[in-house]
């Protein structure tokens, strides 16, 4: 009794071990980066700074020194008014160096289509706009744009890194491929 208990728990510790997915396959499916608020004083800091345009899991895809954090926060916020205090910067800066610093690998930016199976209806497409993209800008930028299913995803993928709410890898893949259908580059379709 005792002994086939053993038995059964080894056995069960390695059927979990062969059903895990290896690492690699975990981050093959990952598209995004996943940044959390940091603690402390910071963590406002970067509220009410840094998240009315866009996420801070783009921090990711940048592994730089401080000074070339400076520069690149400079060179991106151009004509826009993103200024922090001093003291918030020297903050910011620290943070950002430590986390995403030299020694971190960035997140890399290419998008793995997901394969997808089940396609959306018009129902489900037109629901997706209006709950997710009506977030930001009326839909009509997105029915006055025609466009293939490989310009689509740039689209799409890129109003996901501007922030829209796009985080099922599949669900976003079937918008795509339903936005390419209904707002297909040949108008004589
Ligand atoms: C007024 C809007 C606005 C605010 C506020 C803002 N950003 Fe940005 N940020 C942008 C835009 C727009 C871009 C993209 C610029 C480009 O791609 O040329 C950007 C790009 C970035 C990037 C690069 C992202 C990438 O994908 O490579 C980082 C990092 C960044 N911002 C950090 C910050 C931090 C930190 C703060 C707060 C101090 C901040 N941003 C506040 C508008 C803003
Ligand atoms: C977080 C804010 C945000 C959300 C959510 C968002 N967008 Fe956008 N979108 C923008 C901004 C900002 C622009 C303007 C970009 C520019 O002019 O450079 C834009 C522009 C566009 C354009 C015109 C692009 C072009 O080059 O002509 C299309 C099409 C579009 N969005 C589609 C969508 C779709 C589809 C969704 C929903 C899946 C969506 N957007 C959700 C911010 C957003």
Same mark, same amino acid.
């Given at each position: 009794?005792?002994?086939?208990f053993? %038995?059964s728990v080894?056995f069960?510790?390695?059927?979990?071990?062969?059903?895990m997915?290896?690492?690699?396959?975990?981050?093959a499916?990952?598209? =995004?980066p996943?940044?959390?608020l940091?603690?402390?004083?910071? =963590?406002?800091?970067?509220l009410?700074?840094?998240?009315?345009?866009?996420g @801070?899991?783009d %921090?990711?895809?940048?592994?730089?020194?401080? #000074?070339?954090?400076?520069e +690149?926060l400079?060179?991106?916020h151009?004509?826009? !008014?993103?200024? *922090?205090?001093?003291?918030?910067?020297? +903050?910011? *800066?620290?943070? +950002?160096?430590?986390?995403? &610093?030299?020694?971190?690998?960035?997140?890399?930016?290419? %998008?793995?289509?997901a394969?997808?199976?089940?396609?959306y209806?018009?129902?489900? &497409? $037109?629901?997706?706009?209006?709950? @997710?993209?009506t977030?930001?800008?009326?839909? #009509?930028?997105?029915?006055?744009? $025609?466009?293939?299913l490989a =310009?689509?995803?740039?689209?799409?993928?890129?109003? =996901?890194?501007? &922030?829209?709410?796009?985080? #099922?890898?599949? !669900?976003?893949? $079937?918008? @795509?491929?339903? +936005?390419?259908?209904?707002?297909s580059a040949?108008l004589?379709?």
């Amino acid at each position: 009794m005792k002994w086939g208990f053993g %038995y059964s728990v080894v056995f069960s510790t390695l059927a979990v071990l062969f059903a895990m997915p290896s690492f690699a396959q975990l981050n093959a499916g990952a598209t =995004r980066p996943q940044v959390p608020l940091p603690e402390g004083p910071l =963590r406002n800091i970067i509220l009410k700074n840094c998240v009315s345009c866009h996420g @801070i899991d783009d %921090y990711a895809y940048h592994a730089l020194e401080k #000074d070339k954090w400076a520069e +690149l926060l400079t060179n991106l916020h151009q004509g826009m !008014n993103v200024k *922090l205090a001093d003291n918030d910067q020297a +903050l910011l *800066l620290e943070y +950002l160096a430590t986390t995403f &610093g030299t020694e971190s690998a960035p997140f890399p930016r290419k %998008y793995i289509p997901a394969e997808i199976t089940t396609f959306y209806t018009d129902v489900e &497409g $037109r629901r997706d706009l209006d709950v @997710i993209c009506t977030e930001c800008h009326e839909l #009509d930028r997105v029915y006055e744009t $025609r466009a293939s299913l490989a =310009r689509w995803r740039v689209l799409v993928v890129e109003m =996901r890194q501007r &922030g829209a709410f796009l985080p #099922d890898d599949e !669900n976003m893949e $079937r918008l @795509i491929e339903w +936005l390419s259908r209904v707002q297909s580059a040949n108008l004589f379709e």
